[in-house]
């Protein structure tokens, strides 16, 4: 391979970021040429071609995908950056579908742009250097920050592969849609995706969830049972929360993953698969290697490719397109208008810290499009739990919706003089209440009370509370 000047050209309707990359590129010792247009390019490349090319989504005229597509027929080998200001997974998918070498999302740091140039220089073996990893394609997901990007990348890398994975990352982060995503762009998309958390199942059922059993083989064995690994048969098993299996199962487990074959729970003849597995933790599996918790042969049989999956406070650039998101399903899933956000409730909810990750997103989408009363969630809307305070102007709605509710049930009964029977409950929970938090000191008690200690000391014997 030899090294020289790369030649790159791009290709994008903004001359803004012709000009931004353009500098870069040629302060990195790059060549470049720029279009406005991939007609435009395409005229240009039939008596030249570039090293790397890079293109924009949108466009007017033709887009970047059906060039990509016009160019995998011409110029298969050369690599292409696809860049979009619309960094959804999606694009993601179309993009590494349509051949691309990589996507980058608008805005971008201009030296990872140049990096990624390189990166596709190396591949092309225009540069000297590794050789990078061929793409493939990505699930649909929600997230423009580039921990989430990064995810994409890696998913988008596999796509073309059966390899197992290791999913890592907090509780309520999305390892399971991870999965999905792999399954839905790998070649065994067309098959079973078969999902379990083996947590959730008590360890002495668990062997005969995985791999099912025969009739008669413990108490209550009434028929025979097809397990989730014969259920995945040429599909995908996804084995949440591996860290919990019992020593057995991570015995039994490592010989289905290195010998394709289990024995049901109470059989005596092996039942072959073709099932990858893709498995997922919330631990540290490595330190629970070193603890004697878990195998060591299994973890390196399962820790072929990792992917980790951010917690909601390290994207949160990403929390405002997410609860759209789930607002709008949830308003779905109730039959109403999706709700809106004010800007201090988005406020609020980006500063929160989100310790059930994305599912604790889910829950409040669904939480505040029942609670929150007008057509748009304000920071009133937003309880303490969430991130929110509760406003003196909120308190006061509540007990006044509480008085109001109390007077209409004295009416319907025929009561009167609704003023004799509240005034004096009134005062007294106010008097209570201010002795209370000042520990009995009748001066600062009037104080809080707005009264003379004299006042507060008449009113106190007039209701009895000496």
């Known amino acids: 391979m030899t090294s020289r000047r790369l030649n790159v050209w791009i290709v994008d309707d903004d001359q803004s970021v012709r000009w931004v990359l353009e500098k870069a590129l040629k302060q990195a010792d790059m060549d470049t040429r720029s279009f406005e247009r991939a007609e435009h390019l395409l ?50 998918v179309a993009a590494y579908k349509g051949g691309a070498f990589e996507y980058l999302p608008k805005p971008f740091d201009i030296d990872e742009a140049v990096e990624l140039v390189r990166k596709a220089a190396r591949i092309a073996g225009v540069e000297d250097g590794p050789a990078a990893e061929a793409p493939g394609a990505i699930a649909s997901m ?41 399954h839905d762009h790998s070649p065994r998309a067309n098959n079973t995706f078969v999902a379990l958390n083996t947590s959730a199942i008590a360890s002495e059922l668990l062997e005969s969830e995985l791999f099912g059993h025969e009739k008669g083989a413990f108490t209550g064995a009434d028929a025979r049972r097809i397990g989730r690994f ?12 591996i860290g919990d299996m019992s020593p057995a199962l991570q015995t039994r487990l490592l010989r289905v993953l290195a010998e394709s074959e289990f024995y049901r729970v109470g059989g005596q003849t092996p039942i072959k698969v073709d099932v990858r597995v893709i498995a997922a933790t919330n631990q540290g599996l490595a330190r629970a290697v070193k603890e004697a918790r878990f195998r060591e042969d299994l973890y390196h049989r399962l820790n072929v490719i990792r992917i980790n ?43 929160f ?34 991130g929110g305070r509760e406003s003196p102007q909120r308190a006061t709605k509540e007990w006044t919706r509480l008085l109001a509710s ?14 004799d029977q509240a005034m004096p409950e009134f005062e007294k929970t106010l008097i209570e209440t201010a002795m209370s938090q000042t520990n009995g000191h009748r001066q600062e008690a009037a104080k809080l009370l707005g009264w003379g200690r004299n006042t507060l000391a008449r009113k106190m014997k007039a209701l009895h509370l000496d």
């Not at 030249?48 to 090319?53: H, I, N, S, W």
Request: aromatic content about 4%; proline content about 6%; glycine content about 8%.
């Open 142 to 182: 929600i997230g423009q920050a580039p921990a989430m990007q990064e995810v994409f990348r890696s998913i988008g890398r596999l796509a073309g592969s059966s390899m197992t994975v290791l999913i890592t990352g907090e509780s309520g982060t999305g390892k399971e849609l991870v999965a999905r995503a792999l």
């Open 406 to 419: 109390w007077a209409e049930r004295q009416i319907r009964n025929n009561e009167v003089a609704l003023l």
């Open 230 to 241: 014969e259920q995945a048969n040429g599909g995908t098993l996804f084995l949440d929360e």
């Open 353 to 386: 810290a989100w310790p059930g990750n994305v599912r604790q997103l889910v829950n409040a989408s669904r939480r505040l499009t029942v609670t929150a009363p007008g057509g748009v969630i304000t920071a009133e809307d937003v309880p303490g739990d969430l």
């Open 43 to 92: 005229e240009a490349i039939d008596e030249a071609a570039p090293d790397v090319l890079i293109t924009d989504v949108r466009m007017p005229g033709m887009s970047g995908f059906v060039l990509l597509d016009r160019l995998g027929d011409t110029r298969p080998e050369l690599p292409i950056i696809v860049m979009t200001a619309h960094s959804d997974l999606e694009n993601a």
């Open 309 to 351: 999956t951010p917690p909601l406070r390290q994207r949160r650039e990403d929390i405002p397109l997410l609860l759209a998101h789930y607002l709008a399903e949830a308003a779905e899933e109730l039959g109403t208008p999706a709700k809106a956000i004010d800007t201090e409730a988005l406020d609020a909810l980006q500063n």
